[in-house]
């Protein structure tokens, strides 16, 4: 199975900061890389597919880069409403396989 | 609008049994990848179980794999999950998911929770 390792598990992050998030792969996933946003009591929702495709709708302050093992999440200026737990997905191989999650937290 | 609506959640005992459905809509169904998708209440996600387009291939995680099943009926536009054998680590909020491998999941439904306890 491929182990996705996500980093940090939770960070503090000031309005208007500069954010990133990285998920490592145990293996090459060839790009198939998905990011998501979670926020309280509600579902996720898909944020950037196939590594760096960002989903109709989502800000631009969203980004997503990488390739091989390698991918993180950039949110370029950080707003109040980014609070929230982002996870990443691998969707290359079966059994398909989630990062642990990073918590995003005002400081 | 693309729409997915689960139901059939619930509270089962060890060894039961439940079946959950989930209602699409706002897109051509039977072209699409499902799948299933629980979070723990510990916040994990775990994938669940996959179907192709035609309901002719479907993948599983060792985890649930021999107990649940997942199935669709494109003439009704609805996905579903039976779970049987059930165990208390089964407890979860489960999500209907449109993609899986090599299709992004994008759309989540707003998920129907079983919990499975005596």
């Known amino acids: 199975d491929i182990k996705m390792t996500q980093s940090p598990s939770s960070m503090y992050a000031s309005l208007g900061e500069r954010v990133t998030i990285t998920c490592k792969a145990s293996?090459?996933?060839?790009?198939?890389l998905s990011w998501f946003q979670q926020k309280p009591g509600k579902s996720p929702k898909t944020l950037i597919y196939?590594?760096?495709r960002l989903v109709d709708g989502v800000p631009s302050r969203f980004s997503g880069s990488g390739s091989g093992q390698d991918y993180s999440l950039t949110i370029s200026s950080l707003e109040y409403e980014d609070m929230g737990i982002y996870y990443c997905?691998?969707?290359?191989?079966?059994?398909?396989?989630f990062g642990a999650g990073t918590k995003l937290e005002l400081k | 609008d693309v729409k997915l609506v689960e139901s059939g959640g619930g509270l089962v005992k060890p060894g039961g049994s439940l079946k959950l459905s989930c209602a699409a809509s706002?897109?051509?169904?039977?072209?699409?990848?499902m799948s299933w998708v629980r979070q723990t209440p510990e916040k994990r996600l775990e994938w669940v179980a996959t179907?192709?387009?035609?309901?002719?291939?479907?993948y599983y995680p060792d985890s649930v794999k021999g107990r649940f099943t997942i199935s669709r009926d494109n003439a009704k536009n609805t996905l579903y999950l039976q779970m049987s054998s059930l165990k208390s680590e089964d407890t979860a909020m489960y999500y209907c998911t449109r993609g899986g491998t090599r299709d992004a999941m994008d759309y989540w439904g707003q998920g129907t929770s079983v919990t499975v306890s005596s």
């Open positions: 293996q090459d996933i060839n790009s198939y």
């Open positions: 179907i192709s387009s035609g309901g002719s291939y479907t």
């Open positions: 997905l691998q969707y290359d191989e079966f059994p398909l396989t």
């Open positions: 706002g897109f051509t169904f039977s072209s699409y990848t």
């Open positions: 196939r590594a760096n």
